[in-house]
């Protein structure tokens, strides 16, 4: 079991930066494939990025790619999300994922357990 608690979300304006925290429960951290993903409202999840157990690979939804940078800290049992230049379209609840499934995806079919979410508001 693996508890994940989101942090780092809050109103802001366009143009500014946010890095949201994900601190997971338990020692074998470096073993899952951390994910964050997005739902805005009245849409559906989305996928936003994804990085390795060693943090050596990411991946990143297209549209998000050279703005969000996702990395971790194993010995602190953390993965954060740099977001930077945000947009009002960036406006959603931020969720963290844990995988156990490789190789590392963007299906969060594939991830096995997920924090609560931490909100991000970007106003224009």
């Known amino acids: 079991q693996v508890q994940l608690v989101e942090s780092g979300g809050g109103l802001v304006q366009a143009g500014a930066s946010l890095r949201l925290s994900c601190a997971a429960s338990g020692r074998t951290f470096s073993r899952y494939v951390m994910g964050w993903f997005r739902q805005a409202p009245g849409k559906e999840r989305e996928f936003v990025a994804a990085?390795?157990?060693?943090?050596?690979?990411?991946i990143y939804a297209d549209s998000l790619k050279g703005r969000f940078i996702i990395s971790r800290d194993n010995a602190k049992n953390t993965v954060y999300l740099q977001m930077n230049t945000l947009k009002p379209e960036d406006t959603a609840v931020y969720y963290c994922?844990?995988?156990?499934?490789?190789?590392?995806?963007?299906?969060?079919?594939?991830?096995?357990?997920w924090g609560q979410g931490t909100q991000v508001t970007v106003s224009s």
């Open positions: 994922a844990a995988s156990t499934s490789i190789p590392i995806s963007p299906r969060d079919d594939k991830y096995d357990y």
């Open positions: 990085v390795s157990g060693s943090g050596s690979y990411a």
